[in-house]
C-alpha cells in the first residue's frame, strides 16, 4: 500500500506526462515529514532553541574546527560544515536556474521548475532512473555511450538500454535516431537520452540536425507517445567549430508538446572545471506543466536524496555560489576554454594528415574527447599502447578507444597520437 505522502504527489501529478512516465518506485517515492522537514519547521518557529538537527551549536553557529576552518577562511562556519537543505542551497538553486536562462535564450517566455542539486551528475541519472525506468521501462541512448549508463540502467535498475547508432556519413545518424524513437513509440512511451557533446565522442549535431532531432521528438509526440527526453550537458559550452547548435536541446525539449517532458542534467563539474567538487542540478521542463507539478517532481527527487545521501555537499555548493558570482570567472573560463580548443585543433590537425588502417576517427566536434572506431580489439590495443608507450587510454566497448584530449598537453598530442597510430599498424 502506497505512502499516503507519496499518493498525494501522485494525484498531483495525476493525467501529466511525468506522471504516466513515473516508474514503480517513482510512483513510491515521497518526501517523509521526518527530521528534516521538522528540522525546517523549527528553523523558522524555533525561537528558544532548535533541539531537532544532529550538528554542535556554540554561541549560536555551527561548531567548526580551527584546522578545517582555516583551509577555507573566507566560509562561515555555516557556508563550512552545516547540512545544506536536501534540494540544495536555495541561493544556488535560484543562481543556477537563472543561469540556465542565460545561456539558453530559446527558453526565454518558457516555465521549468528550480534546479534541485544532486551531488554530482552520475547521481542525478541514477536517480532519474529510480524515478522512470523499470524493468519494463527501458532506455534508449546512443552507440556508443558512457558506460556508467549502462551501469545504472541495466544493472542497478535491471531494465534494458536500448541503443541507436550514433554516426553516418560524418555526422549524427537522423536515420537511426528516427527509427530507433519511432520503434519506442510503439510501446506509448519514449524514454531517450542525449547527451551533447558526447561522452565518448565529442560530438554535438549540427544545427540542421538539432532540428532534426526535435522534429523527430515532436512526432511521435503528436502521435500519442509519452516521451522524456533526458539532455545529460556534462560539457554544455565547450563547443569548437561554429556550426554547432549552441545551446542545450533542452530549450526545445521545455515547451515542445503537452506530451513531452524534458530533464535537464547539468552542473559545474566539467563547464566550470570543478571535477571533484560532485555538484550538478536536475531541472524539469514541460509544455503546460504548473509550479504544483514541478513541486511535486521536487519533493520525489527529495525523497530519494534523503534516502540515499541525504543531501549534497555544503562547501562545494558554497564554493560554487561565491565562484558564480565572481566578476572574474567569465574570463578565467575562457582561458581554461581556449586551452582545450588549441588541444582539440592539434588533434584534429594530426588525424587529417595521418591515417591508419586499424583505427578510424569518430566525428568529433566539442568537450573534453574524441574517440577511434578500431578494427582489432579496442581493449587489447588499449592494453598494448600502455605498456609499450606508457600511455593511458580508455576502451568504451570492443571497437571503441576514447582519448581525452583534456588531459594531454598540446606539446604532447604529436607523441600520443602517433603512438597510438604505430601500435595500431603493428597490431
Known amino acids: 500500500m502506497l505512502n499516503p505522502l507519496a499518493q498525494e504527489l501522485n494525484n498531483t501529478l495525476k493525467n501529466t ?8 518506485l517513482g510512483k513510491r517515492i515521497f518526501f517523509p515529514r521526518g527530521i528534516i522537514s521538522q528540522g525546517g519547521e523549527a528553523k523558522k518557529f524555533g525561537k528558544v532553541a532548535n533541539a531537532t538537527i544532529g550538528t554542535t551549536i556554540i554561541d549560536g553557529k555551527p561548531a567548526v574546527l580551527e584546522a578545517v576552518h582555516k583551509y577555507a577562511p573566507e566560509l562561515s562556519n555555516a557556508e563550512l560544515v552545516a547540512y545544506a537543505p536536501t534540494a540544495g542551497n536555495p541561493d544556488l538553486r535560484a543562481l543556477w536556474k537563472e543561469m540556465i536562462y542565460a545561456k539558453n535564450p530559446g527558453l526565454k517566455g518558457k516555465s521549468i521548475s528550480t534546479p534541485v ?22 532506455l534508449l541512448a546512443a552507440n556508443p555511450s558512457w558506460d556508467n549508463y549502462s551501469l545504472v540502467v541495466e544493472t542497478r535498475r535491471n531494465s534494458s538500454l536500448h541503443t541507436f547508432n550514433l554516426f553516418a556519413d560524418d555526422g549524427f545518424d537522423l536515420n537511426s535516431f528516427k527509427e530507433a524513437v519511432e520503434k519506442e513509440a510503439e510501446t506509448g512511451f519514449v524514454r531517450v537520452l542525449l547527451n551533447f557533446p558526447q561522452n565518448p565522442s565529442g560530438y554535438s549535431p549540427t544545427n540542421a540536425e538539432a532540428a532534426q532531432i526535435v522534429r523527430i521528438i515532436r512526432s511521435v509526440a503528436e502521435k500519442g507517445a ?8 556534462a560539457y554544455f559550452g565547450l563547443n569548437y567549430e561554429n556550426d554547432i547548435y549552441p545551446q542545450s536541446l533542452f530549450a526545445e525539449f521545455a515547451a515542445l508538446h503537452e506530451n513531452v517532458l524534458a530533464v535537464k542534467i547539468d552542473g559545474p563539474t566539467k563547464e566550470d572545471f570543478v571535477w571533484g567538487f560532485r555538484t550538478g542540478f536536475l531541472t524539469f521542463g514541460g509544455k503546460g506543466l504548473t509550479e504544483e507539478h514541478y513541486l511535486a517532481l521536487e519533493k520525489k527527487l527529495m525523497g530519494l536524496i534523503r534516502s540515499s545521501v541525504s543531501c549534497s555537499s555544503t562547501p562545494s555548493q558554497s564554493f560554487a555560489l561565491k565562484a558564480f558570482k565572481d566578476p572574474a570567472i567569465d574570463l578565467q573560463k575562457k582561458i581554461f576554454r581556449e586551452v582545450l580548443e588549441k588541444r582539440y585543433k592539434a588533434v584534429k590537425k594530426f588525424v587529417s594528415a595521418h591515417s591508419c588502417k586499424n583505427l578510424e576517427p569518430l566525428p568529433f566536434n566539442s568537450g573534453y574527447f574524441m574517440s577511434f572506431h578500431t578494427k582489432v580489439d579496442a581493449e587489447a590495443l588499449r592494453q598494448k599502447i600502455l605498456n609499450e608507450k606508457q600511455i593511458g587510454t580508455i ?3 570492443s571497437s571503441t578507444l576514447r582519448v581525452a584530449f583534456s588531459s594531454v598537453e598540446e606539446s604532447l598530442i604529436e607523441t600520443v597520437y602517433s603512438a597510438i597510430y604505430e601500435c595500431a599498424d603493428n597490431f
Open 117 to 138: 542539486v544532486v551531488p554530482g551528475l552520475t547521481a542525478g541519472i541514477s536517480y532519474l532512473a529510480d524515478l522512470f525506468i523499470d524493468e519494463d521501462k527501458p
Open 395 to 397: 576502451s568504451i566497448d
Open 17 to 24: 506526462t511525468p506522471g504516466e512516465l513515473l516508474s514503480d
Open 226 to 233: 509519452k516521451v522524456l527526453v533526458w539532455d545529460d550537458d
